[in-house]
């Protein structure tokens, strides 16, 4: 179901944009509110962009979210087991509900930041960025099985991943290379993901 969705907003995307890139100067005259997390400030030095502040003030207020309230922990039960959560009286199908709106909307949000660090509007931006997702995750320690992980754990393993592909491009190595190493790295650590299942059963 996730696939064929996947597929058929991806086919809606190139139908309804016609396959063409929206350019920078269009942005500009007509909707320049979208380049606004691609603006940058300096301190100390240091320049950064609204984006960055952005990521940071989600990551802080999830972290919070996701340790201290119930909604938090009713995730991580629903994760873990959903039945057993379900039995504890957790309404299990209005919290995986919540859970993908969320997420949605994150996705969202990061499609608008990404038109402000790239300037432009192109159909085919950030087709790899689901893997790289999915990289940054298992490496920061969430399990794909659920029920494991935290905030901070993804916030490491994005920079990991960023790093990662930021040095490769930068040593001038082929993009398919990249694209092998992450591949590696996801099988690497979904197996010692299923290892630390195994010694903690």
Not at 23 to 28: F, K, L, N, T
Not at 48 to 55: E, M, P, Q, R, S
Not at 128 to 157: D, K, Y
Request: with cysteine.
């Amino acid at each position: 179901m996730t696939l064929g969705v996947w597929q058929i907003a991806l086919a809606s995307n190139f139908l309804y944009s016609g396959n063409e890139t929206i350019r920078a100067q269009e942005i500009e005259t007509q909707a320049p509110l979208l380049q606004f997390f691609g603006q940058s400030f300096s301190v100390g030095g240091a320049v950064f962009t609204y984006g960055v502040l952005a990521f940071i003030a989600i990551v802080l207020v999830l972290a919070y979210v996701l340790r201290h309230t119930a909604w938090g922990r009713h995730v991580y039960a629903v994760g873990d087991d959903a039945e057993a959560a379900k039995l504890a009286g957790v309404n299990t199908r209005s919290v995986l509900i919540s859970v993908y709106m969320l997420s949605g909307l994150i996705c969202a949000f990061a499609g608008w930041v990404l038109i402000g660090r790239i300037g432009s509007v192109s159909p085919t931006s950030g087709q790899t960025a689901n893997i790289e997702s999915i990289t940054a995750v298992v490496i920061g320690g969430i399990s794909l099985f659920g029920g494991r992980g935290s905030i901070m754990g993804m916030l490491f393993g994005a920079l990991i991943v960023g790093v990662f592909s930021l040095g490769l491009r930068l040593l001038g190595a082929d993009a398919q290379w990249t694209y092998l190493l992450i591949g590696v790295l996801i099988i690497a650590a979904v197996a010692v993901d299923q290892w630390i299942r195994k010694v903690s059963a």
